[in-house]
């Protein structure tokens, strides 16, 4: 049974154009003064994915949080709200959960493929080393 649903998170884009595949979202809230015994309008930054470059500074989106892409990049764009300069018409279209999924996994199959011929230039065979591993003989590489 899967989990809850993720909590989407509504900011608006700040820096594009500037990382690949990345943008910088700021999302508003309130903190509380106990001293003054006040709320006061405070903010949080986001790195987040973005692998069409469909967004633009000033766009209003929503983002949710998903698995760790880079070392700083830990949510994604699952929708514009709001555009901010050329309509969503226009731009390459943002990705569903689904398409991201498909790319993560696409991504792993050539990274196995990868392997595989690496290790049959080498004459080695992927079994052969966990064999070695489970006989307490590793293979050297």
């Known amino acids: 049974m899967p989990g809850p649903p ?13 990382m690949m595949k990345a943008v910088k979202v700021r999302t508003a809230k309130q903190t509380y003064n106990n001293f003054l015994q006040k709320h006061f309008q405070s903010h949080d930054s986001y790195l987040v994915s973005d692998p069409n470059s469909s967004l633009r500074a000033g766009d209003v989106v929503k983002i949710a949080p ?27 279209p943002v990705l569903n959960a689904e398409e991201r999924a498909r790319r993560v996994q ?16 080498k004459g080695e065979s992927a079994e052969d080393k966990v064999e070695g591993m489970i006989e307490g003989t590793a293979v050297a590489s």
């Open 66 to 92: 998903e698995r760790q892409i880079s070392r700083h990049i830990r949510h994604v764009v699952t929708e514009i709200v709001a555009p901010w300069g050329p309509s969503i018409e226009e731009r390459p």
């Open 106 to 121: 696409e991504k792993t199959e050539r990274k196995k493929e990868r392997r595989r011929v690496r290790n049959s230039e």
């Open 6 to 18: 993720p909590k989407l998170i509504c900011g608006v884009v700040v820096s594009a154009g500037k």
